[in-house]
């Protein structure tokens, strides 16, 4: 198993530009989100998806897209990056709560992002 | 609305001594998670309570709950150079089963020689 698996590793972003991040993830997790990790923080909910064809918005949405087309993969859209987007990206799976005993959510390497 | 902090923010200690994090919540919530994140990594789940009074041990990580008080610590004992890392905990949003997780801003860890 690879588990989760983000592409790219960096990526630097002039403003406006859009780009996808992509996540995958081959455990048959239901449960998949999308994450931002700035310096002091913790981790921020950005979107997540409880299903193919299911998604909903987190605690800092605005300025990202997300779609769920299979149970394999979830990719995170910025539509026109802004410097306020430069964090480090990490997507999650895990089974459905409810479903697992412990639920708990497996991460992927990562994606740091800089937006100049 | 559910928040989570953690205290202290930044530990220095050194090897062989015992220090212990902790973590509150303001809401209820059905488990509590705790994760360890090294430099430029990703996050690996060390801990997950379910219950009150639960304890879970390895190695020289202990982790306990407490949801009366809201309230969950990480004992290190005896700690080594190898535990130093960041630790977060992170809370179940909401009562009654969930996977949306609420994260504490995490505890930098570092145990020199």
């Known amino acids: 198993n690879a588990g989760v698996t983000q592409t790219p590793k960096f990526q630097v972003l002039k403003t406006g530009q859009s780009m996808t991040l992509q996540c995958a993830q081959d455990?048959?997790?239901?449960?998949m989100s999308w994450y931002r990790q700035d310096p002091g923080m913790g981790l921020r909910l950005i979107h997540y998806s409880v299903g193919a064809g299911i998604t909903d918005q987190g605690e800092v949405p605005n300025g990202y897209n997300v779609s769920r087309s299979t149970t394999e993969d979830f990719p995170l859209r910025l539509l026109s990056a802004a410097p306020s987007q430069t964090s480090v990206y990490f997507c999650?799976?895990?089974?459905?709560?409810?479903?697992?005993?412990?639920?708990?959510?497996?991460f992927g390497p990562g994606t740091r992002l800089t937006v100049t | 609305e559910l928040k989570v902090e953690q205290n202290p923010l930044f530990l220095s200690m050194q090897e062989g001594k015992n220090y212990t994090i902790y973590c509150n919540y303001s809401?209820?919530?059905?488990?509590l998670y705790w994760y360890r994140q090294d430099p430029g990594k990703s996050l690996e789940s060390l801990f997950v309570l379910l219950s009150n009074g639960a304890v879970k041990q390895e190695g020289r990580l202990m982790a306990s709950l407490d949801t009366k008080a809201r309230l969950s610590t990480l004992h290190i004992t005896a700690a080594v150079h190898d535990l130093s890392a960041t630790y977060f905990c992170a809370v179940g949003r909401g009562g009654g089963a969930t996977n949306k997780l609420i994260f504490g801003t995490g505890t930098l860890l570092a145990v020199q020689p």
């Open positions: 455990m048959n997790h239901e449960y």
């Open positions: 809401t209820t919530s059905d488990r």
């Open positions: 999650a799976s895990s089974p459905l709560a409810g479903q697992g005993v412990y639920n708990e959510q497996y």
